[in-house]
């Protein structure tokens, strides 16, 4: 396939490739670490959100996640803290909108108070939520551009 | 895979606001709020024009640099950091006292009972003695049976952890714990105007529309983080521009709404912007007192726990909206007319969650946010005035009624024999938080609830009640036909 580019905003900025694994819906951060944070799994973090039939059960350890937005609970933050602690957190995170609150105080808590950095990119813009496809390489630059495929 | 998750665990986390699904119940793919309660007018980034960063005083800039200790100026970092993705363009000095729903210790707390240990060890503590959300779960009088005390053991292992941190940190006494801080018993309702950084869906939504307090819909761990900073970033509803109404809301019903249905409504419709409300003023004898507050309380709950709304504005009657009125509206706000057949059909989408073998409730929730003065005397009268007029003695369901200990005991330092009575009756009286353990899975596979709160509807299996049902089916034990 065509390389496509795309411009977003560096929430926690790095360079760093990888494999895309997409979300079309919104993807539920607490939902999805059910395993993690209660279950006891250390060694790998299975989606464990029924609803998104994309991501169910898929590991997104170490994966680059890509999707409009996070939704859910409150302590959505809290998960993406505590998988980071584990070591198990995508390493890299990519929405096509504009960052939602929840995550993004786990992100940046998770940078600042762990430093384990979650790369983080926003605002991609709805085109590369229609461009990107499960398993397509992904490219993430310091400033921001994101190249697919 | 899964090591032993409870089921409990999978169902909690799928009941809360921000769940992204539409009027079908499925997963909506176009589904677009933030949660903190404005929708950002950044939709797209130029890196040759990027956001401004806000700018910091020297005396803030000494605590990012270090000069205050580590755990200081991280917690200042966060700020910054996470106000700079929001538009913030300054830190604000924050006032009156903070409110936090950091509180419950299930493991997903965990890093956060982490890095706030931190800021305990170097000596951190909230600019004022603050408030706390309801302690989840109440095993004097609540969860009473050997297994529901396991399912809550398992369920918040970290609970004395949470609540050892809030004593370090300035948390208030747990008589106080309670959701409704801004009650006079709670006595955390800071001015008209002041900054603050609560969370708590609901609180925010009270504190921004009925106080006229100014904070943005802080998740878990940022509030707290401000309040040991003394600081906020400022932007969305604490700015004039972020308090303006995207939606007229027009309340056209031929009586008094049902609250918690039309607040609802709202919240489905708007999910995040805040509304104008319009029709509903002449419910409140011209002002918002302790007698009528929990009419604005259920509906403001339901449209943060249906939808995402950090503010609204009534005509004539809350704080903005007596000094702006329709100024408030922008430009091009859309308009929403809710009448009689409107909340009927809102309130017909409430699914039953019951299995279908399962006819009759087993327990009665009142008071999801917490209870009022007001709405204890008017539960509690009508409740043993039922029972006289019925020659019953005791009510056909368990009924369990949610305050702050503090507003429990005004209502029986004023009112012992109606108290004493409603005890001998079968009501208890408990401080905990319905959502918290209503929710959980263990018990929607054993207790079927009633309740007169949207909110409890929408996170748990509870059916919601107009109050004339939820009384009868208190004396009856029976759902209406």
Redo the contacts between chains.
């Keep these: 396939m065509a390389k496509q580019t795309f411009?977003?905003?560096p929430?926690v900025a790095g360079d760093i490739d990888g494999n895309a694994l997409v979300s079309?819906?919104?993807f539920?951060t607490?939902?999805s670490?059910?395993?993690n944070?209660?279950?006891?799994?250390t060694d790998?973090a299975?989606c464990?959100d029924?609803?998104?039939k994309e991501l169910y059960?898929k590991d997104l350890n170490g994966v680059i996640l890509c999707t409009?937005?996070t939704?859910?609970?409150?302590?959505?933050?809290?998960?993406l803290?505590?998988v980071?602690?584990l070591g198990v957190a995508p390493k890299a995170m990519l929405f096509s909108?504009?960052?939602?609150?929840?995550s993004?105080?786990?992100i940046?808590?998770?940078?600042?108070?762990?430093e384990k950095p979650i790369i983080t990119i926003?605002?991609l813009?709805d085109d590369f939520m229609n461009a990107v496809k499960n398993g397509d390489p992904v490219s993430i630059k310091e400033?921001?551009i994101v190249e697919v495929g | 895979m899964t090591k032993g998750t409870p089921d409990y665990a999978r169902y909690a986390e799928r009941q809360s606001d921000m769940l992204g699904l539409g009027p079908d119940g499925k997963p909506d793919p176009n589904y677009d709020a933030t949660a903190i309660g404005v929708t950002p007018t950044l939709t797209a980034y130029d890196p040759s024009k990027p956001p401004p960063q806000m700018k910091l005083t020297q005396e803030e800039q000494d605590i990012l640099d270090g000069k205050k200790g580590k755990a200081h100026a991280k917690v200042m970092r966060t700020l910054v950091d996470h106000g700079n993705l929001f538009g913030a363009t300054k830190l604000v000095d924050l006032g009156g006292a903070p409110h936090t729903s950091f509180f419950t210790g299930t493991p997903a707390m965990s890093p956060l009972i982490e890095l706030f240990t931190e800021c305990a060890d170097e000596g951190l503590k909230a600019y004022a003695p603050y408030t706390v959300n309801p302690r989840p779960h109440d095993l004097y009088n609540v969860e009473t049976s050997p297994d529901e005390q396991i399912m809550i053991f398992e369920g918040y292992p970290l609970q004395l952890e949470v609540d050892h941190l809030h004593v370090r940190l300035g948390g208030r006494n747990l008589d106080t714990r309670s959701c409704m801080c801004y009650l006079p018993e709670v006595g955390n309702a800071p001015k008209k105007g002041t900054f603050v950084a609560w969370a708590e869906s609901s609180a925010i939504n009270a504190g921004n529309s009925i106080l006229g307090i100014r904070t943005n819909r802080n998740s878990c761990g940022m509030d707290l983080m401000c309040a040991l900073a003394g600081k906020a970033p400022y932007f969305g509803l604490m700015t004039d521009e972020g308090r303006k109404a995207k939606w007229l809301i027009e309340v056209k019903t031929s009586g008094e709404p049902d609250w918690g249905v039309l607040g609802g409504a709202i919240g489905e419709k708007c999910v995040e912007d805040p509304p104008f409300i319009v029709g509903i003023d002449k419910y409140f004898d011209g002002k918002i007192t302790p007698q009528n507050v929990h009419k604005l309380k259920a509906m403001g709950a339901a449209t943060a726990s249906n939808g995402a709304i950090g503010l609204y504005h009534v005509e004539n009657l809350t704080p903005d909206a007596l000094d702006k009125g329709r100024d408030l509206l922008v430009k091009d706000y859309q308009t929403y007319v809710i009448d009689d057949a409107e909340i009927e059909r809102v309130r017909s989408t409430y699914p039953n969650l019951w299995p279908e073998n399962v006819k009759k409730p087993n327990r009665a929730y009142i008071g999801c946010p917490h209870n009022t003065y007001q709405e204890m005397m008017n539960w509690g009268t009508g409740i043993l005035d039922a029972l006289k007029a019925r020659g019953q003695e005791k009510i056909a369901l368990p009924t369990h009624m949610f305050s702050a200990t503090v507003v429990r005991d005004h209502v029986f330092m004023e009112h012992p024999v109606m108290m004493r009575d409603l005890k001998k009756a079968g009501v208890t009286f408990t401080n905990t938080c319905v959502v918290c353990f209503s929710g959980l899975k263990g018990y929607s596979d054993t207790e079927f609830g009633v309740t007169n709160s949207n909110k409890t509807r929408k996170y748990s299996n509870s059916i919601y009640l107009k109050d004339d049902d939820l009384l009868e089916v208190i004396m009856t034990g029976e759902l209406p036909t």
């Design positions: 411009q977003g905003r929430v079309k819906q919104p539920n607490t939902s670490y059910i395993d944070i209660w279950g006891g799994v790998s299975p464990t029924q609803d998104n059960q409009p937005q939704i859910g609970s409150s302590m959505g933050g809290g998960c803290m505590a980071a602690g909108h504009h960052i939602d609150g929840v993004a105080a786990g940046v808590m998770a940078n600042v108070w762990q926003d605002l813009g400033d921001g």
